[in-house]
T-cell receptor, first 114, second 116 residues
Framework: KAGVTQTPRYLIKTRGQQVTLSCSPI?????VSWYQQTPGQGLQFLFEYFSETQRNKGNFPGRFSGRQFSNSRSEMNVSTLELGDSALYLC?????????????FGPGTRLTVT | AQKITQTQPGMFVQEKEAVTLDCTYD???????LFWYKQPSSGEMIFLIY??????QNATEGRYSLNFQKARKSANLVISASQLGDSAMYFCAMRHSGGSNYKLTFGKGTLLTVNP
């Protein structure tokens, strides 16, 4: 079974631009979560989607948004990019919602904002 | 608020020896799950092991075992017979239930270096 895939793997953008990152979960997984990883803040939860509905959102500004499609694929969008948005963005999928379900992570998208 | 603490920013171990990576957690929930992930320099997070809060037995997965002490709120990862490929960042995480929310909260991580 194929793992979680994320595209693109690397991205360089300029301040003020917007960016869309894509995540395809493991086949059959219905929950998709997004995380931001930076050296200073570590891994921070962005949001989680299940059955096309956002179930939970982390403490990020409204410039960060996402959505999930009927095939469970998910996208996240960051508008008006700032230098501090430079990070590794990780997507993870789970079969269902629940505390016992481990999340399987993709390879990440490394975003650099200049 | 839920919190994960990993007090060892870096650890060194000799190849073939065992190593324990510390993790303590703070939660008021009765039901939660504890996870360990490995992140090599490539960046991908690899799931290692899971322990449920109601599990009485410590979890084991091959060379990985989780030393779960619920009263002390600790969930230490033990890696037996370390290998050079074990050199990576290790994260302890907790998945808890807050209504319909099941987000993972991560610790800051421990960088493990295995020396030949």
């Amino acid at each position: 079974k194929a793992g979680v895939t994320q595209t693109p793997r690397y991205l360089i953008k300029t301040r003020g631009q917007q960016v869309t990152l894509s995540c395809s979960p493991i086949s059959g997984h219905r929950s998709v979560s997004w995380y931001q990883q930076t050296p200073g803040q570590g891994l921070q939860f962005l949001f989680e989607y299940f059955s096309e509905t956002q179930r939970n959102k982390g403490n990020f500004p409204g410039r960060f948004s996402g959505r999930q499609f009927s095939n469970s694929r998910s996208e996240m969008n960051v508008s008006t990019l700032e230098l501090g948005d430079s990070a590794l963005y990780l997507c993870a999928s789970s079969p269902e919602l629940g505390i016992s379900y481990e999340q399987y992570f993709g390879p990440g998208t490394r975003l650099t904002v200049t | 608020a839920q919190k994960i603490t990993q007090t060892q920013p870096g650890m060194f171990v000799q190849e073939k020896e065992a190593v324990t990576l510390d993790c303590t957690y703070d939660t008021s929930d009765q039901s939660y799950g504890l996870f360990w992930y490995k992140q090599p320099s490539s960046g991908e997070m690899i799931f290692l092991i899971y322990q449920g809060s109601y599990d009485e037995q410590n979890a084991t997965e091959g060379r990985y075992s989780l030393n779960f002490q619920k009263a002390r709120k600790s969930a230490n990862l033990v890696i037996s017979a370390s290998q050079l490929g074990d050199s990576a960042m290790y994260f302890c995480a907790m998945r808890h239930s807050g209504g319909s929310n099941y987000k993972l909260t991560f610790g800051k991580g421990t960088l493990l270096t295995v020396n030949p």
